[in-house]
């Protein structure tokens, strides 16, 4: 007599997790809405970690102010909306976009090769956005992304379907964390609220995979 149900084991490695892929927030700030013509202006990057219980847990964050791009266009009103009004302020200490990709990229592939993934794969909200903008920066300055091309997970969406809100600040109340309007839409604030809301998401739902034979 065969068996009809296979052991299974619960997933404690991250890499297990999202089928080799290694979930990575991303927010960026921008100059406009299109990635060939305005600037990319500010990108924070969360890595996510997986616990001895299979939770998924926030880690590093890192953020980068980068220089609009040569012959890029600058909206004033998306300026505005950001608060970088100044784009090239001293204070900023802003890089070039291929210093600060560097800078942002290499933190990525590190997580991704220390956690037996094989790619990182963008988290965020309005997720495609985010991606356009880092594909757009990584094909201007001839360099690799760490990113799927065109998977991604979004917080709109999984939001949406856990708490039938898809506005950051109202989705990541609703998770029940605290949000600050004074820090919001800064890179690396939101990119934290998302990775913390993406984590409550996934956590509701431990995965368990049938056993290696």
């Given at each position: 007599?065969?068996?009809?149900?296979?052991?299974?084991?619960?997933?404690?490695?991250?890499?297990?997790?999202?089928?080799?892929?290694?979930?990575?927030?991303?927010?960026?700030?921008?100059a406009?809405?299109?990635?060939n013509?305005h600037?990319?202006?500010?990108?924070?990057?969360?890595?996510?970690?997986?616990?001895?219980?299979?939770?998924?847990?926030?880690g590093?964050?890192?953020?980068?102010?980068?220089?609009?791009?040569?012959?890029?266009?600058?909206?004033?009103?998306?300026?505005?909306?950001?608060?970088?009004?100044?784009?090239?302020?001293?204070?900023?200490?802003?890089?070039?976009?291929?210093?600060?990709?560097?800078?942002?990229?290499?933190?990525?592939?590190?997580?991704?090769?220390?956690?037996?993934?094989?790619?990182?794969?963008?988290?965020?909200?309005?997720?495609?956005?985010?991606?356009?903008?880092?594909?757009?920066?990584?094909?201007?300055?001839?360099?690799?992304s760490?990113?799927?091309?065109?998977?991604?997970?979004d917080?709109?969406?999984?939001?949406?379907?856990?708490?039938?809100e898809?506005?950051?600040?109202?989705?990541?109340?609703?998770?029940?964390?605290?949000?600050?309007?004074?820090?919001?839409?800064?890179?690396?604030?939101?990119?934290?609220?998302?990775g913390?809301?993406?984590?409550?998401?996934?956590?509701?739902?431990?995965?368990?995979?049938?056993?290696?034979?």
């Open positions: 007599m065969t068996q009809s149900c296979a052991e299974s084991f619960s997933v404690t490695q991250i890499r297990d997790r999202f089928r080799g892929f290694l979930p990575v927030v991303v927010d960026v700030e921008t406009g809405f299109d990635p013509s600037a990319l202006l500010q990108v924070a990057v969360l890595l996510l970690e997986m616990n001895a219980q299979g939770e998924l847990i926030t590093a964050l890192f953020q980068e102010n980068i220089l609009p791009f040569e012959g890029s266009k600058l909206d004033q009103s998306a300026l505005k909306f950001n608060g970088i009004e100044d784009p090239y302020h001293p204070f900023r200490d802003a890089k070039s976009e291929r210093n600060a990709l560097e800078k942002l990229f290499q933190p990525i592939n590190s997580a991704v090769k220390a956690s037996g993934c094989t790619r990182a794969i963008l988290v965020g909200h309005n997720a495609m956005f985010d991606l356009n903008f880092i594909k757009h920066a990584a094909e201007r300055n001839k360099m690799k760490p990113f799927h091309q065109f998977s991604t997970f917080t709109v969406s999984l939001a949406g379907l856990v708490y039938g898809t506005v950051l600040s109202k989705a990541v109340k609703l998770a029940g964390f605290d949000w600050d309007h004074e820090k919001a839409h800064e890179a690396a604030y939101d990119t934290l609220q998302t913390r809301l993406f984590c409550k998401i996934a956590n509701q739902w431990k995965l368990a995979k049938p056993s290696r034979a």
